[in-house]
């Protein structure tokens, strides 16, 4: 099944970039098999959204191995490129957990600062 692309992805050709990866699928056994299928390329960042450098190769095999998983008639999996300088805010808790690091400066921001800590004394 060709993934049917609702844009053309434009760095795909200029090697590596970062994409984010969020799927919506129906079916628990659907959503296992794609879950599955996303942890070889991409990072988990929340539940059902992932963070992956894929170049254009990469993409297309994530593409591929994404289509096959899903029922397109129930199911929505979208890839968004990011810009290489991008903003992450985020709220709650961190997604990586404390001493993870990875070496993708994209992937250390999404590391918070710690809370300064009020004055004791």
Known sequence: MKPALLGSPRNVS?????WLVCYDIAAPRR????WR?????GVPMQ???FWARLDGIALNAALRAVATRIDPRADDVRFYPLPENVQI???GRDVLPLG???GDPA??????PLAPTAPTG
């Open 47 to 49: 539940y059902s959204v």
């Open 14 to 18: 200029r090697g590596a970039g970062a």
């Open 31 to 34: 959503l296992a098999r794609v």
């Open 107 to 112: 992937l250390r921001r999404l590391r918070k």
């Open 100 to 102: 993870v690091t990875f």
């Open 89 to 91: 805010v985020g709220l």
């Open 37 to 41: 299928a996303v942890r070889e390329f």
